[in-house]
Structures are given as structure tokens and as C-alpha cells.
T-cell receptor
Framework: DTGVSQDPRHKITKRGQNVTFRCDPISEHNRLYWYRQTLGQGPEFLTYFQNEAQLEKSRLLSDRFSAERPKGSFSTLEIQRTEQGDSAMYLC???????????????FGEGSWLTVV | AQTVTQSQPEMSVQEAETVTLSCTYDTSENNYYLFWYKQPPSRQMILVIRQEAYKQQNATENRFSVNFQKAAKSFSLKISDSQLGDTAMYFCAFMKHATSGTYKYIFGTGTRLKVLA
């Protein structure tokens, strides 16, 4: 078990550029989540996948943000036309969900820091 | 909408002493889950302890225990015999029961705990 891995760990980009983050969940986990965390705040939910289906999206996820999880394995989060307000840590998490499960502990990656200059 | 409040931005405790971190939440749900996550400096967020709302017994994990008061909507974390490695940000989180169809965690703003030698 190698845990949730994220790449890149740090990204500095100029305003207006596009950036893409990748997340590889724990291998047997069927659920994958993206959260955003700014300094001094707790993580905020962005979106959630069950296998390849994107089942829930936050209103925080503007039309400049898109997430995919082809084949239900790794996921990508793309931010187009970045703005300074997008500067944050983007956290990926995964969990093993089963039919009728009564709880859902999620396991986080180390995050991808984005700085928009 | 659910909210999670952590009213203590920072706390400190002497090594080997006991400290309690506060968390309150607001929900109209009857079935839900509560979590405490730990985020060490520049490290990934890890689960400390979880509590199912339908269970009256407070959860414990080694030196970590919770005081869950459902009627008061309070979920405090007690750390006994504090160790230097407990220094971290601690986040309280809420999740509705899986039957609600959502797996979104709602996090508080965190409490920065420093254990002093």
C-alpha cells in the first residue's frame, strides 16, 4: 500500500496559464475526492468520484475547473486561466466504499501546492 | 447546511500533560459521522479518531479519546500524555450518513496544537 500520491507537489504558474494536477489513489479504493485548502482554513470539498463517475461537485468548482477520472483509477484536476485566488493546496483523498457501508474514512495525499503569480 | 466550528485557533500543552480540543457542529441530521484529523507541518492529513453518531459510547484510540455530546452537538478531542509528535493542526470533520447519497466531509478551521518540551 503506497498511499495516495499527488503530482506535482508544488507548482508556480503565471496568471492565465492552465495547470493540471494528478492523483493516484490507494489501489483498491473506488472513491476519490478533491479538496482545496488555503492557509489557516480547513479543507473545502470540491468534487467526488465513485469509480469513473463524478457524482458530486461543489459550487466552488467554477467552469474553469474540471476533474476527470478515466477508467476509475487516477484522477486529474485541471484549472484553466488561473487566477491569484486559485493559490491553495489541492488535496486528493480516496476511500473504499462498499454497498451498504456505514462509514467512510478517507485517506489523504500530501497535497499539491499551487501558487499563481 | 452543516457547519463545523473550532473555537480555539491555537493551543499549547506541556509534554506528558493532557489537552482537550473543542469542536461544535450544526446539523439537522440524526445519522452522521464525526472525525478528528491531524495535519503535521508539511505532512499529509491522517485520521486520529472517528465516531458514529448512533453510538453512545465515546470512541477511544490509545491516548486519544472523544467526548461526544449529541444533544449539545459537541465533539471534543482529549489527548492524554501529550508527546512532541502530537504537534500539528487538528481538524474536526462531519459527514452525513452514507444513505444521504453524499460523501462530502465538512471541516472546521482547525486548531494548531503545540506540545512543549
Amino acid at each position: 500500500d503506497t498511499g495516495v500520491s499527488q503530482d506535482p507537489r508544488h507548482k508556480i504558474t503565471k496568471r492565465g496559464q492552465n495547470v493540471t494536477f494528478r492523483c493516484d489513489p490507494i489501489s483498491e479504493h473506488n472513491r476519490l475526492y478533491w479538496y482545496r485548502q488555503t492557509l489557516g482554513q480547513g479543507p473545502e470539498f470540491l468534487t467526488y468520484f465513485q469509480n469513473e463517475a463524478q457524482l458530486e461537485k461543489s459550487r466552488l468548482l467554477s467552469d474553469r475547473f474540471s476533474a476527470e477520472r478515466p477508467k476509475g483509477s487516477f484522477s486529474t484536476l485541471e484549472i484553466q486561466r488561473t487566477e491569484q485566488g486559485d493559490s491553495a493546496m489541492y488535496l486528493c483523498a480516496s476511500s473504499l466504499g462498499q454497498a451498504g457501508d456505514s462509514g467512510n474514512t478517507i485517506y489523504f495525499g500530501e497535497g499539491s501546492w499551487l501558487t499563481v503569480v | 447546511a452543516q457547519t463545523v466550528t473550532q473555537s480555539q485557533p491555537e493551543m499549547s500543552v506541556q509534554e506528558a500533560e493532557t489537552v482537550t480540543l473543542s469542536c461544535t457542529y450544526d446539523t439537522s441530521e440524526n445519522n452522521y459521522y464525526l472525525f478528528w484529523y491531524k495535519q503535521p507541518p508539511s505532512r499529509q492529513m491522517i485520521l486520529v479518531i472517528r465516531q458514529e453518531a448512533y453510538k453512545q459510547q465515546n470512541a477511544t484510540e490509545n491516548r486519544f479519546s472523544v467526548n461526544f455530546q449529541k444533544a449539545a452537538k459537541s465533539f471534543s478531542l482529549k489527548i492524554s500524555d501529550s508527546q512532541l509528535g502530537d504537534t500539528a493542526m487538528y481538524f474536526c470533520a462531519f459527514m452525513k450518513h452514507a444513505t444521504s447519497g453524499t460523501y462530502k466531509y465538512i471541516f472546521g478551521t482547525g486548531t494548531r496544537l503545540k506540545v512543549l518540551a
